[in-house]
């Protein structure tokens, strides 16, 4: 079975998912936003191991906690990021632009542009590459169990800026279009902010996708 623990965490409250196969324990960490102690702590309480960190997108407030979260989980997991957003991480998620000076990590070692798919335990999900509000932006999605983790590519009712560096809303609604939407009315998208939402839930009342029809 799929246990998600969510938590939302630092200084603009992001959303950060600690996801497991509870029939081996193996587990993994979407977007450590910050306090990695905490997250690390509840893995350790529900005898969850976290292998891996999988970055949506390497944005400072999702990723601020893998530092702490790799001093404390030994071994340390592995990160996952696109390629395409690897300056940004290297630009420690761009927290100088807002005043932060983040750690960022371990350097992540594996590549989501060769990678298609990525698993935790016996739980595979596919990589979605879905750039506009950055570069490498990914999208995690189990159509096992009917999820997707979309970062900040779209919210409930809303959808992920474009006015950062590297940002494309272009290429976003692009993105939307071939990414979310294409994805059956009853997955459930877990977002980088805010509350959860579903695919057809945001085809039919999220403003941004509603009017694109009227075009
Ligand atoms: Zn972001
Ligand atoms: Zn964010």
């Not at 001093?71 to 990160?79: C, D, E, L, T």
């Not at 960022?104 to 595979?124: A, N, Y």
């Not at 805010?194 to 694109?212: A, I, K």
Request: glycine letters at 10%; proline letters at 7%.
């Amino acid at each position: 079975m799929l246990d998600i623990v969510q938590f939302v965490l630092g200084p603009v409250e992001t959303n950060s998912y600690l996801i497991a196969d509870t029939s081996s324990g193996e587990a993994a960490v979407i977007d450590p936003a910050w306090d990695g102690d905490e997250i690390a702590g509840a893995a350790a309480q529900r005898k969850y191991a976290i292998r891996q960190v999988w970055l949506t997108h390497a944005h400072f407030d999702h990723l601020g906690g893998t530092a702490e979260l790799a001093r404390v989980v030994q071994p340390a997991p592995v990160v996952a990021l696109h390629a395409g957003d690897l300056p940004l991480w290297e630009a420690r998620g761009g927290s100088e632009l807002f005043g932060f000076k983040i750690e960022p990590g371990p350097k992540p070692s594996i590549m989501l542009d060769k990678e298609t798919r990525v698993s935790v335990g016996m739980i595979g999900f596919e990589v979605r590459h879905a750039p506009g509000h950055t570069p490498g932006h990914v999208v995690f999605y189990t159509p096992e169990y009917k999820v997707a983790f979309c970062g900040d590519v779209i919210f409930a009712g809303s959808i992920g800026r474009t006015d950062l560096p590297g940002g494309s809303y272009r290429q976003l609604i692009q993105s939307i279009q071939t990414q979310i939407l294409s994805l059956p009315d009853d997955t459930r998208l877990l977002s980088g902010h805010g509350p959860q939402t579903t695919v057809g839930e945001e085809r039919l009342s999220n403003p941004f996708l509603t009017d694109l029809d009227l075009q």
